[in-house]
């Protein structure tokens, strides 16, 4: 039988390409996505609710899981951690969700060497220009951070050659159509039918020699 488990998807792009947006947008138009839910020993944000923003852990519990290998990945950032619990992630491939995490190409990578049946899709603007102008437009930043950004960016496109997709987020919409078409067609892989594979090889061996 043709393997039925969910994809892990791992989405990466520059800030101000729309990732996000891409991202909500796809899990609001189709119904087989699941949003993987980071862990995190920061304190909850107003409005911030434990199990949908994110999972809230004290550090101690957070390093419990490291040991006991329960993260797919974690960083560290202004003395918080930061990771991605792999039972909820292995929980919602196993019901046959799609899981779509976020992350940046490090991470990314790293993900790629443990789940190599894992899709990595890079979202990206139409131009550099582009790019500019909706960090521009966004208005709450300013002109030295966006030239951060756009600093930043160069070095976030090293690595880019080693995802399975780019998409371009031109226009919303088209994108993530292309997205799901993507992702969809992505279960097809033989990679990810190993079994099914060998099953129909094996019965056509049997069939050919007339057993």
Same mark, same amino acid.
């Given at each position: ?67 006991? =290998?329960?993260?797919?990945? /974690? ?46 899709? /890079? ?13 521009? =437009? ?14 930043? !960016?160069?070095?976030? !496109?090293? =690595?880019?050659?080693?995802?399975? /997709? ?46």
């Amino acid at each position: 039988m043709k393997n039925n488990k969910g994809i892990l998807v791992v989405v990466s792009g520059f800030s101000g390409a729309g990732k996000g947006t891409v991202m909500k947008q796809l899990l609001q138009t189709y119904d087989n996505y699941a949003l993987s839910i980071s862990m995190a020993t920061r304190e909850p944000r107003p409005g911030e609710v434990d199990g949908r923003d994110y999972f809230f852990v004290t550090r101690e519990r957070f390093e419990e899981q490291i040991k006991e =290998g329960g993260l797919i990945e /974690y960083a560290k950032y202004c003395n918080n951690y930061y990771g991605t619990p792999k039972a909820y992630v292995e929980q919602q491939l196993d019901a046959g969700k799609d899981v779509i995490l976020e992350i940046e190409i490090q991470g990314a990578l790293k993900i790629k060497e443990k789940f190599k049946t894992a899709l990595l899709v /890079y979202v990206m603007p139409p131009s550099v220009a582009e790019l500019e102008k909706r960090l521009v =437009g966004r208005g709450t930043e300013t002109a030295e951070v966006i030239h951060q950004r756009l600093a930043r !960016a160069d070095e976030e !496109a090293e =690595g880019i050659e080693n995802y399975d /997709y780019i998409v371009i987020n031109d226009d919303l919409k088209e994108c993530v159509k292309e997205l799901h078409t993507i992702i969809r067609t992505a279960h097809n892989a033989p990679l990810r039918n190993k079994d099914f594979i060998q099953t129909i090889r094996k019965d056509l061996k049997h069939l050919s020699k007339g057993e």
